[in-house]
């Protein structure tokens, strides 16, 4: 099959404080056919270093091969109607300057969710007594409101980011919202050791989720990454990090045509690296 992909970007600015941009994605599939997603978005610079923003924009995934086409002769059957799932997103932004080197950002957003693609039992083949079998079809909807609070101060030798999100899910089928997550939060920081010696940490934190298992939810985790990244001249580099060193259980829901009901998350690990940089 063949893809052919295309976007256009433009940008208008009313007066000193206004910008207008205006765009869209549009990508003709040989088994999918035709699909677009536009973006748009109304930028004002405000008084008292205020920034506002008011962002609309539309994605598409299209069906994989398997999801589509996967046939076993067994377990699992193709769908030839099988369509792109979409989401269309709005989102208000606020941004407030705060002396120069710090900044708190604000957003509130809101998502409508179509032809989400789910797992279904069908029968293959009535005549012949019942053949069930799995097929992927569209029919999961989903709506999913929240808000962000993020802050970010700048020094000389260090950088520390912090945002939190909650989320409201308003489901229509039971699959559209599985694993996801109640709140998010991150919290990243920078450190420069003089010249040659950089560290950088974060802690990532996720909510309870829905689990396969119809009422029941998984429990929430935090992970911890640390990494050193250390000059050692002549353009070579050594990295050293680990990964999840809370050793949290970072579980997520297993999809229907999997056996277990939940996939387990990976445990502490640690990496090691030399570059060279020219």
């Not at 941004?95 to 900044?103: H, M, N, Y």
């Amino acid at each position: 099959y063949d893809v052919t992909r295309a976007t256009v970007h433009d940008a208008l600015r009313l007066g000193e404080r206004i910008k207008l941009e205006a765009g869209v994605y549009a990508e003709y599939h040989g088994l999918y056919g035709l699909a677009a997603a536009p973006r748009a978005a109304v930028v004002a610079q405000l008084p008292a270093s205020l920034t506002a923003k008011v962002l609309y924009g539309r994605g598409f995934r299209s069906p994989s091969i398997y999801e589509r086409y996967y046939d076993d002769g067994d377990a699992v059957t193709g769908n030839d109607d099988l369509r792109a799932e979409t989401a269309d997103v709005t989102e208000l932004a606020l941004e407030k300057s705060l002396g120069g080197r710090s900044d708190v950002f604000l957003s509130a957003f809101h998502g409508e969710y179509r032809d989400l693609m789910i797992l279904e039992t069908v029968d293959v083949d009535p005549s012949a007594g019942e053949e069930l079998r799995g097929r992927f079809a569209n029919g999961g909807t989903a709506r999913s409101s929240g808000a962000t609070v993020a802050f970010q101060t700048r020094r000389d030798a260090w950088v520390l980011w912090m945002d939190a999100t909650g989320f409201r899910h308003d489901e229509e089928t039971v699959r559209a919202s599985q694993g996801a997550p109640e709140w998010v939060a991150h919290a990243v920081a920078l450190v420069h050791l003089g010249d040659r010696v950089a560290i950088g940490a974060r802690a990532s934190g996720v909510g309870t989720r829905p689990a396969r298992v119809a009422g029941e939810r998984l429990d929430p985790y935090v992970l911890a990454d640390l990494s050193v990244r250390v000059a050692l001249g002549g353009g070579l580099y050594a990295r050293a990090s680990g990964n999840n060193l809370l050793a949290a259980d970072s579980a997520q829901p297993a999809s229907d045509e999997y056996s277990p009901d939940v996939i387990p998350g990976t445990g502490p690990r640690a990496f090691f690296e030399i570059r060279w940089e020219k």
